[in-house]
């Protein structure tokens, strides 16, 4: 019987947002003794003193543009997490492919935002947003002194673009129901990581037609995989979709 593949979570937002202390509190609250945990955390985050409330940590870099670390498979449950201070697109384009070679099986994405971050440089929301894109479950950590106006704000924007994602409160480094937070059920916008991405259909013209159109007519219909708005590239190798430099921001 083939060994069961390591279910893993990907743990995105900026360093200080406060995700080990969120991780400490969904790993105390969800699993039991059964579990063996992981964590893998970026070589660049510096230690913090809720890392002694973490099962196992392992140190991941990032090499050549390229993840260098090792699947532990040993373990029931990894978190990967990000690095918080480089561009977020390029690391998940790359764990897509390395979590596909290393035989893990994602369980969902994660984001952790700073609220105090993000609602004093508005300019951040592009980087947010693309974390937002990517996650099943976004957590708001680090309200204190953040208006209740501007958290309003913040998820009004996310539900007038109807996205599917789990959006919770942090209080105090806790979540109200870390089982919920961590069901691996996909809620993201993106269909990047789903194992029977969407065909799409495009007339000789280039322009997109609905399925069913395809076997009508005789105009020439070319069908191709759904590709994801972030990985988008053009002509020079620059990605069309920009997100800020984090690491000028903290």
């Given amino acids: 019987m083939a060994a069961q593949k390591p279910l893993v979570y990907l743990i995105l937002g900026t360093s200080g947002a406060g995700r080990r202390e969120v991780m400490a509190d969904l790993i105390e609250g969800a699993f039991d003794g059964s579990e063996r945990t992981v964590v893998l955390l970026a070589d660049d985050e510096a230690a913090h003193e809720a890392d002694a409330r973490l099962p196992a940590i392992t140190r991941w870099s990032w090499r050549d543009d390229t993840i260098a670390a090792e699947l532990p498979h040993e373990a029931t449950r990894v978190f990967f997490v990000a690095s918080g201070r480089r561009n977020p697109v390029e690391q998940i384009e790359v764990f897509k492919t390395w979590l596909e070679a290393q035989g893990?099986?994602?369980?969902?994405?994660?984001?952790?935002?700073?609220?105090?971050?993000?609602?004093?440089?508005?300019?951040?929301?592009?980087?947010?947003?693309?974390?937002?894109?990517?996650?099943?479950v976004v957590l708001l950590n680090r309200r204190?002194?953040?208006?209740?106006?501007?958290?309003?704000?913040?998820?009004?924007?996310?539900?007038k673009l109807h996205y599917p994602c789990l959006f919770e409160m942090v209080k105090a480094g806790r979540l109200r129901n870390p089982a919920l937070v961590l069901e691996?059920?996909?809620?993201?916008?993106?269909?990047?990581?789903?194992?029977?991405?969407?065909?799409?259909?495009?007339?000789?013209?280039?322009?997109?037609?609905?399925?069913?159109?395809?076997?009508?007519?005789?105009?020439?219909?070319?069908?191709?995989?759904?590709?994801?708005?972030?990985?988008?590239?053009?002509?020079?190798?620059?990605?069309?979709?920009?997100?800020?430099?984090?690491?000028?921001?903290?």
């Fill in 104 to 136: 893990g099986e994602l369980a969902r994405v994660l984001c952790v935002v700073d609220c105090r971050l993000a609602s004093k440089h508005p300019e951040l929301l592009p980087w947010f947003e693309a974390c937002v894109h990517f996650a099943d």
């Fill in 144 to 159: 204190e002194g953040v208006e209740n106006k501007w958290v309003s704000g913040f998820l009004g924007h996310f539900e």
């Fill in 184 to 250: 691996p059920q996909a809620r993201r916008m993106t269909h990047v990581f789903d194992e029977e991405q969407e065909w799409i259909f495009t007339d000789s013209s280039g322009e997109q037609i609905d399925e069913q159109e395809e076997s009508e007519g005789e105009e020439e219909v070319v069908a191709s995989l759904e590709e994801e708005p972030y990985f988008v590239r053009d002509a020079a190798g620059r990605r069309l979709k920009k997100v800020p430099d984090i690491a000028k921001f903290l």
